[in-house]
């Protein structure tokens, strides 16, 4: 399992993520924030990284339901990632993964 940091994702702001569907689909996900989740980032005891939040955007008309997906990036590799549905725009719907 990788363990991931905020900066890791923050220097992709805006690319594209691939996320495998059932059926062997894919769809593109644009990560649109990467935040953390607390403003004071100092690490509690035994915590082995600060806590942080991703906004990923999928332009699909449906939404996909809460649960763990398989992510692809280039400069990343794939990886497992909880996504929960939050919101929904003008370009589509609004997912959510925390690290803590």
């Known amino acids: 399992m990788k363990l991931f940091t905020l900066e890791q994702f923050a ?3 805006n690319e594209t993520f691939m996320v495998s569907i059932e059926g ?3 769809a593109p996900y644009v990560l649109v ?3 953390p989740m607390s403003k ?3 690490l509690m005891p035994g ?3 600060a806590p942080f939040s991703l906004l990923f955007r999928n332009e699909s008309a449906i939404v996909f339901p809460q649960k763990t997906y398989t ?3 280039q400069a990343l590799g794939e990886f497992g990632i909880f996504l929960v549905p ?3 725009d003008k370009q ?3 997912y959510q993964a925390l690290f803590n």
Do not use: S, W
């Open 47 to 49: 915590m082995m990284r």
């Open 86 to 88: 939050i919101a929904r």
């Open 40 to 42: 004071d980032e100092r």
């Open 24 to 26: 062997d689909g894919r």
């Open 71 to 73: 992510m692809t990036h």
């Open 11 to 13: 220097a992709h702001l």
């Open 92 to 94: 589509g719907f609004i």
């Open 33 to 35: 924030e990467a935040r």
